[in-house]
T-cell receptor
Framework: SQTIHQWPATLVQPVGSPLSLECTVE??????LYWYRQAAGRGLQLLFY??????ISSEVPQNLSASRPQDRQFILSSKKLLLSDSGFYLC???????????FGPGTRLLVL | GQNIDQPTEMTATEGAIVQINCTYQ??????LFWYQQHAGEAPTFLSY????GLEEKGRFSSFLSRSKGYSYLLLKELQMKDSASYLC??????????FGTGTRLQVFP
């Protein structure tokens, strides 16, 4: 069966520090992968998506970047975090004929 | 522009039926999804509609009218554990989903 993992589960970081969040998918190959952010009480904001290794599309210009070094690995990074980067970061992948998006457990980031 | 509209909050009583509406305006249409999200957790997939009509899955049903740009999620025999946010999302002409801001449902005993 297919599963999606994210780590860490929670993270508290100071302003200006770097960030690296990792997402991996098991049990499938060549999935479409997505990074979303959900600020407190807000909707899901698509940050990046990838249809293959090394292929990244950015949705929102900001101080975040994404990389896909392997088929089933998607990484979200920042060189210098801002207070506004706090939120719930969700990785998702698509599966099935309907291409339903399934979400990982998420990483809760608090920037202080 | 592209837009998904849902009510912000709804309340209902345990055992009752509740209908959560979603209207959308998107560039193209290739399916509508409903997700459930409990507080502090990731969204989980509930239903998918691509053709007009009603899709039933146990206590949950989802309806779609493409000509009206309208969907609803129907929850029957409400339970306390159904208290959550319900997200409507539409796939337009691309691989991306456009999400509404979600409807927070509170179920009272």
């Amino acid at each position: 069966s297919q599963t999606i993992h994210q780590w860490p589960a929670t993270l508290v970081q100071p302003v200006g520090s770097p960030l690296s969040l990792e997402c991996t998918v098991e049990g499938t190959s060549n999935p479409n992968l997505y990074w979303y952010r959900q600020a407190a009480g807000r909707g899901l904001q698509l940050l990046f998506y990838s249809v293959g290794i090394g292929q990244i599309s950015s949705e929102v210009p900001q101080n975040l970047s994404a990389s896909r070094p392997q088929d089933r690995q998607f990484i979200l990074s920042s060189k210098k975090l801002l207070l506004s980067d706090s939120g719930f970061y969700l990785c998702a992948w698509t599966y099935g004929m309907e291409e339903t998006q399934y979400f990982g457990p998420g990483t809760r980031l608090l920037v202080l | 522009g592209q837009n998904i509209d849902q009510p912000t909050e709804m309340t209902a009583t345990e055992g009752a039926i509740v209908q959560i509406n979603c209207t959308y305006q998107t560039s193209g249409f290739n399916g509508l999804f409903w997700y459930q999200q409990h507080a502090g957790e990731a969204p989980t997939f509930l239903s998918y509609n691509v053709l007009d009509g009603l899709e039933e899955k146990g206590r949950f049903s989802s309806f779609l009218s493409r000509s009206k740009g309208y969907s609803y999620l129907l929850l029957k025999e409400l339970q306390m554990k159904d208290s959550a946010s319900y997200l409507c999302a539409v796939r337009g002409n691309t691989d991306k989903l456009i999400f509404g801001t979600g409807t927070r449902l509170q179920v009272f005993p």
